[in-house]
């Protein structure tokens, strides 16, 4: 491997290019980014290094994995749990650390990506945790129906989902495959408006519904949730959507589900389409 580079954004550790993609890992100051694309627009994963990393707050390098964690108390059955997207493998290392009970499956494409999952942000497949490589669409239509408990989509890049995983088509297949109550989970960019606003639209169309969403403080993530269920809803307030996960241990790692919960973005009176609250970090308040 050459050596390493300085930049301007920190120390280059690992650049190349996959059959898939340019990727790129950073080290900057006490934080590892990983990057697909030469932009270095958005980490896919960040995380801390070093003697500090503990105890640091998670919100600020990984905000997207605690709101997801959530969906963990919008149903009783969430023992199989599909992950789409592995990234630098954050997710998988809080099921492997701290939620052992529950099943996780995570498929990615690119065998590249789980090479430097593994050497560079240590995560490995094993115990309650496995790792499928190959394509998440085709995965998901050859499981059977009704076989998972939760389907989380993690696998956008650039700001955009791959194609595949915005289609009508991708989101009724992703419901069939879920069990009775069952819930799926899309992180999504919103700063990628119209985008963003078809996949919500869609996702409506494809759960008779309206998704359930958690916007990040920190970052540009949305979270849209979603219930297989013609009879129960998802909560479309913070009183609502506290009262289901204080029924679920509030602790999972660093993470405080109920200081998650109160992310939840209402969907706007006037339109199908939920417009984020914008966060204002000089004032300290949304508006």
């Known amino acids: 491997m050459p050596p390493r580079k ?21 080290d900057s100051d006490d934080m590892r980014h990983l990057y697909f694309g030469s932009s270095r627009m958005g980490s ?4 801390f290094i070093g003697d500090e990393a503990a105890g640091r707050d998670e919100d600020l390098v990984a905000e997207y994995s605690g709101m997801m964690l959530v969906g963990l108390a919008l149903t009783p059955k969430n023992r199989e749990i599909l992950l789409i997207g592995l990234g630098g493998g954050y997710t998988p290392l809080i099921f492997q650390k701290h939620l052992p009970d529950h099943h996780l499956t995570v498929v990615e494409l690119d065998p590249m990506v789980a090479e430097i999952a593994g050497k560079y942000f ?3 497949p094993g115990g309650n945790v496995d790792l499928v490589l ?13 076989s998972w408990d939760q389907i989380w989509v993690d696998a956008y890049s650039h700001s955009r989902q791959p194609k595949q995983f915005t289609t009508l088509k991708f989101l009724n297949l992703m419901r069939r495959k879920l069990s009775e109550g069952g819930v799926a ?29 958690l916007g990040a403080f920190h970052y540009h993530n949305n979270i849209l949730f979603s219930l297989n269920s ?10 609502g959507l506290l009262k289901l996960v204080r029924s679920y241990p509030d602790r999972v790692g660093p993470w405080s589900l109920s200081q998650q919960a109160k992310k939840i973005i209402p969907l706007s009176s006037s339109s199908e389409v939920a417009r984020p609250w914008v966060s204002s970090f000089a004032s300290g308040t949304r508006h």
């Open 44 to 47: 896919q994963t960040s995380v």
């Open 185 to 213: 989970a899309q992180n999504l960019d919103r700063q990628g408006h119209r985008h963003y606003d078809n996949q919500i639209i869609k996702t409506r169309k494809a759960f008779g519904a309206p998704p359930m969403i």
């Open 122 to 124: 240590g995560f490995a």
């Open 6 to 26: 300085k930049t301007r954004g920190g120390r280059v550790v690992f650049e190349g290019d996959s059959a898939h993609q340019h990727i790129i890992v950073v």
């Open 230 to 239: 013609e009879t129960r809803r998802l909560p479309e307030d913070e009183a």
């Open 134 to 146: 190959g394509e998440g669409g085709e995965f998901v239509e050859g499981c059977r129906d009704g």
